[in-house]
């Protein structure tokens, strides 16, 4: 269980040698931007040396000052408002190239999430998506866009695909009510978490159906034991996180679910073509 890094720090003040105090009161007042600072460069900031910082997180009980950094950071990605995360995104990015930056980083997230992500869990996802009777997918806001590229292309291999549309908590639960086991929930959602997709995750596990949870961590509110979780890293890139490193874990479900069921979505997708073609949807020989 994660702890609350700041409440600790509050608790231990008072046994704190003087530089300790100094950073303690300056992590308790900009949390937000030590989370993204070198051991030495917060050090510089308040005065002490690089190994006093080192020192002091290590009191705290992390092996070193990387551990306590990305605890930081887990942190204000579930604390920090839209505005503040903005400006975070901003004291990151600098005078330098944005256009680089972002995407220099969409390339360290994807590097980082197929280092972490665990294949049994990808693979009994796939497993329970193919032999499931139903199939529901969710995501608010931002992650509702994951969810209807993902509806868009299960749409195209089965029947028994329902995006859940979630305007208001009454109609997610209208829609979910039917939920039984042998269905599959595909869940999708990073900081700031939603309570909506957490509360459709517990009536589905409660109605017997299994649950695919794409989020940002094994300790997120929809990463039960019992679900197949599928990690993508997701820091911030702006005042919302990046779309790229969960899109991608995405593009992979639909190409191995899409082999799994290699010779009835051939046959489909030749049915669909000939129906493209008997209502010219799309343009033909483009010059």
Do not use: C
Request: net charge negative; charged share 25%.
């Amino acid at each position: 269980m994660k702890r609350d890094i700041l409440r600790v720090i509050e608790e231990n003040m008072d046994g704190f040698s003087k530089g300790q105090r100094q950073i303690a009161r300056f992590l308790l007042a900009h949390y937000d931007k030590a989370a993204y600072m070198t051991a030495a460069k917060l050090g510089s900031e308040v005065s002490v040396s690089e190994s006093t910082v080192v020192r002091f997180v290590m009191e705290l009980g992390y092996v070193g000052y990387p551990e306590f950094q990305k605890a930081l950071q887990d942190l204000i990605r579930t604390k920090l408002t839209s505005f503040q995360r903005m400006e975070v995104t901003n004291h990151l990015i600098g005078e330098g190239d944005v256009l680089e930056k972002v995407l220099m980083s969409d390339v360290d997230k994807i590097k980082r999430t197929l280092e972490g992500v665990n294949r049994e869990h990808f693979e009994n996802a796939v497993d329970a998506i193919v032999k499931a009777k139903n199939i529901y997918i969710i995501g608010v806001r931002s992650s509702y866009t994951l969810a209807s590229f993902l509806n868009y292309n299960l749409r195209m291999i089965f029947d028994n695909v329902r995006l859940i549309e979630t305007t208001s908590g009454g109609e997610l639960f209208e829609q979910i009510l039917n939920v039984r086991e042998g269905d599959v929930m595909i869940a999708i959602s990073f900081p700031r978490y939603s309570k909506r997709v957490i509360r459709a995750v517990s009536y589905a596990k409660q109605a017997g159906a299994q649950v695919v949870a794409l989020t940002d961590s094994y300790d997120s509110p929809i990463a039960a034991e019992d679900n197949h979780v599928l990690v993508a890293q997701s820091d911030m890139a702006s005042f919302m996180d990046s779309l790229v490193p969960p899109m991608s874990i995405l593009n992979a479900l639909v190409v191995a679910v899409s082999r799994a069921r290699e010779e009835e979505v051939s046959r489909r997708l030749r049915q669909l073509e000939v129906m493209w073609d008997e209502y010219d949807v799309y343009l033909k020989n483009p010059q």
